[in-house]
T-cell receptor
């Protein structure tokens, strides 16, 4: 059975701090790894990482895929209160390209 | 708004009643997925369509659940004889399938409460 594990489960930081969120996976027929941000409603797409694109960056957010270690990290620098959310890691597998999600990391950024 | 839309956003129903949810994907997307998310968990895959064909169903999808995508555009998810355990957020996602993997974009979800 495909499995995605995220750590830590929750994190509280001060505004301006840098955070690193972790995701590890054990799946068959890996296609890609995706990061989503979920506030109160639907997950919002952040990044997709594949064998041909193992590092992505957008503003203060960046992510790296380590296919050897079967893991990924999501970095957020200079955190802001608006970064407070649940960050979900998902792995896309097989011809169905369905997503297997981790339970998420709940990030709270305080003033 | 050209994103994925779901209707209704919230549904409260009595146990034993039937409910139906609708999802309108991004127009050019040929794949449509249904997921279910309970509190404190990540979304779990239920089923998906490529165009109008339903190609896979999770074992989570009991025979009380049925999904359709009749013309390869919008989709409906019906739950018959609802149970309290069906209370969850039902999320729809769509993507333009590519062999290398492709981003899936989610709708706002339908939150179902069974009382």
């Amino acid at each position: 059975e495909d499995k995605v594990v995220q750590s830590p489960l929750s994190l509280v930081v001060h505004e301006g701090d840098t955070v690193t969120l972790n995701c590890s996976y054990e799946v068959t027929n890996f296609r890609s790894l995706l990061w989503y941000k979920q506030e109160k409603k639907a997950p919002t797409f952040l990044f997709m990482l594949t064998s041909s694109g193992i590092e992505k960056k957008s503003g203060r957010l960046s992510s790296i895929l380590d296919k050897k270690e079967l893991s990924s990290i999501l970095n957020i620098t200079a955190t802001q209160t608006g970064d407070s959310a649940i960050y979900l890691c998902a792995v896309q597998t097989g011809t169905a390209s369905k997503l297997t999600f981790g339970t998420g990391t709940r990030l709270q950024v305080t003033l | 708004d050209t994103g994925v839309s779901q209707d209704p956003r919230h549904k409260i129903t009595k146990r034993g009643q039937n409910v139906t949810f609708r999802c309108d994907p991004i127009s050019e997307h040929n794949r449509l997925y249904w997921y279910r998310q309970t509190l404190g968990q990540g979304p779990e895959f239920l089923t998906y369509f490529q165009n109008e064909a339903q190609l896979e169903k999770s074992r989570l999808l009991s025979d009380r659940f049925s999904a359709e995508r009749p013309k390869g555009s919008f989709s409906t998810l019906e739950i018959q004889r609802t149970e309290q355990g069906d209370s969850a957020m039902y999320l729809c996602a769509s993507s333009l399938w590519d062999r290398g993997g492709t981003e899936a974009f989610f709708g706002q979800g339908t939150r179902l409460t069974v009382v």
